[in-house]
């Protein structure tokens, strides 16, 4: 059974910065490709970034280029997403999910919630 469980989601004012963690209870973490999706209020989960089983590969969403950061620890199972310099556009549910491709994905965590105010 895999397990998603993502956390450091909260309120910031625009121009700050959080970071998100995403912890996997995956067996064969370092094989899995991982990824960070978001859903705004009226609008359809989208992708933001995601990152290959090694680290050495990311992607990431035009929108979110040279402001989010995703990285990993296999050897703790997590990964992260650094966001700075935030938008209040970014206000969305941020959800992590994995596979062996994702996206798309085949599983994820219950989502963490991130605002930011203007």
């Known amino acids: 059974q895999v397990q998603l469980v993502e956390s450091g989601g909260g309120l910031v004012q625009a121009g700050g910065s959080l970071r998100l963690s995403c912890a996997a209870s995956i067996r064969t973490f370092k094989t899995y490709r991982m990824g960070w999706f978001r859903q705004g209020p009226g609008k359809e989960r989208e992708f933001v970034a995601a990152?290959?089983?090694?680290?050495?590969?990311?992607n990431y969403a035009d929108s979110v280029k040279g402001r989010f950061t995703i990285s990993r620890d296999n050897a703790k199972n997590t990964v992260y997403l650094q966001m700075n310099n935030l938008k209040p556009e970014d206000t969305a549910v941020y959800y992590c999910?994995?596979?062996?491709?994702?996206?798309?994905?085949?599983?994820w965590g219950q989502g963490t919630q991130v605002t930011v105010s203007s």
């Open positions: 999910g994995t596979g062996t491709v994702c996206p798309p994905c085949d599983y």
């Open positions: 990152i290959s089983w090694s680290g050495g590969i990311t």
